[in-house]
């Protein structure tokens, strides 16, 4: 990924969807453009935070400073006078009775796993469920199971579950539909960049309750007090040298080293820190991660030069 992206450094990212869609939790934007909302808090497979809504992200601004903000999705779908309510973008787990809104940045991952399972628990069944596929502001089809397949540009595809698949069984194929989604800051500053993570630091203290029992291997992500530094920390664990850091730990670590706002990213097999020599063209691990072969994930932070 990193070596694809022409970055000098990199960190792996999110916490995803392990064994399934491999999409990841929290919201994604990248170059400006928004990739994805977050899935329900108790989706995340991740350990957890007190208080730390998925919709926490690590961004950084355009002017080139870094900061946690968090990021609430807003979407409708609108026909003929009626204002559907859309639930997300791009999400491995739609919220009950929701609407989720897909595009062609979802990729190839089958739809279907985002009907089921329930706000608080992926292990309870599939909700009955309306596909919805709008191409150029038209319904092209319909379907009562959701799709997989890539999307093509222009084509947008909603995807409801329980009162969310009633309400788009109100579409006929032929309707024009108009589709609106954005992310909004929380900060109500604009970010260039952002990827999901919990907050455990805070103005360079510890967030609450953080855990203090489990060391594991760690990634985090963080920033100055004033924006102008970041910090990309891997931990190793799980090994005779290394058995890895608590989240309290990891926080009061970091907050020692003046790191003033910190999120934990994925952890554990994930956990992977790479960099490029000068003069090399491809970047080396340079911490040592648990696995055995180095775990695809499907988002992290990049550093890169000014050309």
Known sequence: MADGAGAVAGINGDFFDLGGTSAPAGPAIMDG???????????????????ASTEFVFGVGPEGLGRIDRLRFEGAARSDGAVLP?????????????????????????RAGSVCGSNDDPDTGCSPA??????????????????????????QVLVGRDGGARELATLQVGDDVAISSQLVARSGQPLQFAIGGSP????????????????????AAGVSADGGRMYLVAIDGRQSDSVGLTLEELATLLGELSVDDLVNLDGGGSSTLVHREPGQSQVSVINDPSV????????????????
């Open 33 to 51: 453009r928004t990739l994805k909302s977050a899935v329900p808090v108790h989706r995340r497979l991740a350990p957890p935070v007190s208080g």
């Open 86 to 110: 859309l639930a997300g973008l791009n999400q491995y787990a739609i919220p009950v009775g929701g609407i989720g809104l897909f595009s062609s940045d979802w990729g190839s991952a089958s």
């Open 130 to 155: 309306r596909e919805v596929v709008v191409r150029d502001g038209e319904v092209t089809s319909m379907s009562g199971t959701p799709g997989s397949g890539r999307i093509a540009p222009g084509t």
């Open 200 to 219: 455990i630091l805070r103005d360079g203290a510890p967030t609450a309750d953080l855990d203090d029992s489990e060391r594991a291997p760690r990634s």
């Open 292 to 307: 055995s072969s180095l775990r695809l994930v499907p988002n992290g932070i990049g550093v890169f030069t000014e050309p």
